[in-house]
């Protein structure tokens, strides 16, 4: 599969060297020779390889054909936009875009080919991991639901409890390759991994808040035996200030370009039903300091009338045609840029939480509050990779993972990939039945 990718590289990179050379290198003022043309490959190549891994297009075979192919498509538009902007440098000059455009189509018509062959051989050649699933509680069934939409990766073969006789489970782990551990407390799920580690088996394991985290401390050796570090606070003082440098400096630009959207969507609203066009809410960030959250109004006035929290729901009653519409195109979040702006919360981070959610999580879910260690953000891990019904469990699970694996790189790469998120369906969609009644079940 290395070799289809780097193929698939190899052919998108020759098209592009095409027009490069026999249309654009024409129009430039200073044509480029042997160097010129490998600089500027280099610097495409790059951008390509570095998209492809962050958006997950190179991964052919590893998921499903289509999430390739809409991962790639993405890697595609950013790359060959990133070459159109070094060609109207080099030029001094808006070139003919259709060039390139027509290089584009090549580009996705003969790699979604390319995929599909070589992800159905894939598929065909490397069968599913058979796995032994041994879990504790009663969780089971949910993630049971989730395994069933990845079949092409994993086939449940077997399905224990881990109370089972220690004897028997070993007898059963030794018939199997891989195993997974879901939600087994930590004591007998370490005698169970320990086991599983010394036969050598592929080892996939549910993470307690406890192991993620650890996964984020740092090694020291002030004496004869390995320690780890756990700092309080998890942002080094010179990584808040870089933080707030590039929230600043991205949302006044944002503001500017994406002013005109904004003034449309605020007449819009008010055309429609002559209500508010803002919809200004409480919601907490750092260390649980409060905040008014400012969005573009998609639900119609009073929309909690009765005083009380609710969640939006699947095809929700309460959200406006012109609501559904900028829900669908994240265009109701673009106020929150003042709010980075002013200070209260940041490009990447947890998403911003009520109060009233807090507390209620709070009651069954105590770390819920160590999300609050950093400011809320618009955009953030468990945004991404979650989705909007995610059970708040596993989204502090996505939260804290952030929080602890914290680095500018980490936020550049989660910023890039929002703009794949923009156009999938899952993480805009309501809350299901078991989210809104308190998602407690993990």
């Known amino acids: 599969m290395l070799v289809v990718c780097a193929v698939m590289i190899l052919f998108d990179s020759w098209m592009i060297l095409y027009v490069l050379n026999r249309i654009y290198n024409l129009e430039f003022r200073t044509q480029l020779y042997l160097r010129g043309h490998i600089f500027v490959m280099a610097l495409y190549i790059g951008v390509f390889l570095f998209l492809g891994q962050v958006f997950g297009g190179l991964l052919v075979g590893l998921r499903k054909v289509g999430e390739v192919m809409f991962s790639f498509l993405f890697t595609s538009v950013l790359s060959d936009i990133f070459f159109y902007f070094i060609v109207m440098l080099l030029s001094y000059k808006f070139p003919d875009p259709r060039p390139l455009l027509l290089v584009f189509l090549l580009q996705v018509m003969l790699s979604f080919i390319w995929i599909s062959v070589f992800g159905r051989i894939y598929a065909a050649k490397f069968k599913p991991f058979d796995v032994l699933l041994i879990y504790s509680g009663d969780s089971i069934d949910n993630f ?33 390759n891989t195993v997974m551990l879901w939600d087994i407390p930590a004591g007998k799920r370490n005698k169970i991994f320990k086991y599983c580690y ?16 650890l996964n984020g401390s740092t090694p020291i050796h002030y004496f004869d035996t390995p320690l780890l570090l756990t700092e309080g606070n998890p942002l080094e003082y010179e990584e808040r200030i870089i933080k707030r440098l590039v929230d600043i400096i991205l949302s006044l630009v944002l503001i500017i370009v994406t002013s005109p959207i904004m003034l449309i969507t605020a007449i819009a609203i008010k055309l429609y039903d002559r209500g508010s066009v803002f919809y200004k809410q409480i919601r907490c960030t750092k260390n649980k300091k409060r905040f008014e959250i400012i969005k573009f109004r998609s639900m119609v006035e009073d929309a909690e009338s009765a005083g009380v929290a609710v969640l939006a729901r699947e095809n929700d009653p309460r959200i406006t045609p012109v609501g559904s519409f900028i829900r669908k195109c994240r265009i109701d979040e673009l106020p929150q840029l003042f709010n980075v702006l002013k200070g209260d919360m940041s490009f990447v981070g947890p998403r911003p939480e009520r109060p009233e959610f807090i507390e209620k999580f709070g009651e069954t879910m105590p770390e819920f509050a160590y999300r609050m260690k950093v400011k809320a953000g618009i955009t953030g891990y468990a945004q991404l990779y979650g989705k ?26 989660l910023m890039i990939l929002t703009l794949k998120i923009l ?4 993480s805009t969609e309501g809350a299901g039945d078991d989210v809104v009644a308190g998602g407690m079940k993990e």
């Open 144 to 176: 049971r639901k989730k395994l069933k939409e990845r079949q092409d990766q994993f086939n449940v073969s077997f399905l224990v409890s881990a109370d089972t006789e220690e004897e028997e489970l070993k007898a059963l782990i030794d018939r199997y």
């Open 198 to 213: 010394e036969e050598s088996k592929r080892i996939y394991s549910m993470p307690k808040i406890s192991d993620i985290i």
């Open 388 to 413: 909007y019904n995610t059970l708040p469990y596993d989204k502090l699970k996505f939260d804290l993972y952030y929080i602890e694996q914290y680095s500018l790189w980490l936020d550049i790469k």
């Open 423 to 426: 156009f999938t369906k899952e």
